[in-house]
Antibody, heavy 117, light 106 residues
Framework: QVQLKESGPGLVQPSETLSLTCTVS????????VHWVRQPPGKGLEWMGV???????DYNSALKSRLSISRDTSKNQVFLKMNSLQSEDTTTYYC???????????WGQGVMVTVSS | DIQMTQSPASLSASLEEIVTITCQAS??????LAWYQQKPGKSPQLLIY???SLADGVPSRFSGSRSGTQYSLKISRLQVEDIGIYYC????????FGGGTKLELK
């Protein structure tokens, strides 16, 4: 069955770089787009960026200068790297699969990241 | 970016009541609109895609509609398991979400 699972550190120092991995199963990264979405505690959802099935990427313009998304199709993994982390980047990060209508039909369970010294 | 203005921000309703949540798009997004339900501590779950299509396993009491650039999610007979936060999302361009509607039991 389709599954996505985020992994990464729970705590990151201010100004450091966050590295997250989304490991997927039950579908191919070359057939589906995978997005990253984040959600601060008690707040709404913010789209961060996408790894298109063809291998290109797009980013939220507000995060573009700090964000990089890549993948390893042989390992069924999509990676997120974001630098210069600040306290406002303390949030839960989700990866999600896009279906053919542009909506997100499967989500990972999310990984909570705290930015603190 | 396309803005999605969702209302109300919170809503209190009784069991079996009809509930309606709306999202106003800042420009034409056609039928590229989805709705999600999120429960505390859980990931969002897709309810409706393409404005009106029910996702797999979603009860038929949920429905979606559109009038111009205003989109609505209707719950025909509120059940206790429907309590949570609801979000709309446009997929016409780079995705954006509405601010959310917190649905509580009266």
């Amino acid at each position: 069955q389709v599954q996505l699972k985020e992994s990464g550190p729970g705590l990151v120092q201010p100004s450091e770089t966050l590295s997250l991995t989304c490991t997927v199963s039950g579908f191919s990264l070359t057939s589906y787009n995978v997005h990253w979405v984040r959600q601060p505690p008690g707040k709404g959802l913010e789209w961060m960026g996408v790894m298109w099935s063809g291998g290109s990427t797009d980013y939220n313009s507000a995060l573009k200068s700090r964000l990089s998304i890549s993948r390893d199709t042989s390992k069924n993994q999509v990676f997120l790297k974001m630098n210069s982390l600040q306290s406002e980047d303390t949030t839960t990060y989700y990866c999600a699969r896009e279906n053919y209508s542009g909506s997100f039909d499967y989500w990972g369970q999310g990984v909570m990241v705290t930015v603190s010294s | 970016d396309i803005q999605m203005t969702q209302s109300p921000a919170s809503l209190s309703a009784s069991l079996e009541e009809i509930v309606t949540i709306t999202c106003q798009a800042s420009q034409n997004i056609g039928n590229w609109l989805a709705w999600y339900q999120q429960k505390p501590g859980k990931s969002p779950q897709l309810l409706i895609y393409g404005t009106t299509s029910l996702a797999d396993g979603v009860p038929s009491r949920f429905s979606g509609s559109r009038s111009g650039t205003q989109y609505s999610l209707k719950i025909s007979r509120l059940q206790v398991e429907d309590i949570g936060i609801y979000y709309c999302q446009q997929a016409s361009s780079t995705p954006t979400f509405g601010g959310g509607t917190k649905l509580e039991l009266k």
